[in-house]
């Protein structure tokens, strides 16, 4: 048990003492939002630029047929994380790619839970390719 010398306790304050403390901190809490807010919209404004790199946008418009009016940084960064998903298996990006798509649900004891919705034609194709596996 502590010992009854070592605590300290708060001195009791003024009623207004307490509320200029009050006021001093929502104020510092105000400031600090639209901080928060300032930043947000500036890198909604960087993510609405359009992209300038020439190579990048014709790989967004010939692979992924992305229009090249539309090819915004924004679209490049989610161009770049599918990218990344694929052809490296990291999956950081494959986290991230289906945290923006709303499928990714959470992480469990079992692993990661996603919520995907699996095209019928591709389901057959898998099967297919199982069968054959299998022979």
Do not use: C
């Amino acid at each position: 048990m502590a010992n009854e010398q070592n605590l300290t306790y708060p001195p009791i304050r003024s009623r207004e003492e307490a509320e200029r403390k009050g006021r001093a901190g929502g104020i510092a809490s105000g400031k600090a939002r639209l901080r928060k807010k300032r930043g947000r919209e500036l890198m909604q404004a960087i993510l609405a630029l359009k992209e300038q790199d020439p190579r990048l946008i014709e790989e967004m418009a010939n692979f992924w047929g992305i229009d090249p009016k539309e090819a915004t940084k924004e679209v490049a960064m989610n161009v770049r994380q599918v990218d990344k998903a694929i052809k490296r298996a990291d999956t950081q990006a494959f986290k991230a790619v289906h945290q923006v798509a709303g499928t990714l649900e959470g992480e469990g004891n079992g692993g990661t839970v996603l919520n995907i919705i699996v095209p019928e034609k591709a389901v057959k194709a898998a099967e297919k390719w199982s069968t054959k596996e299998g022979e």
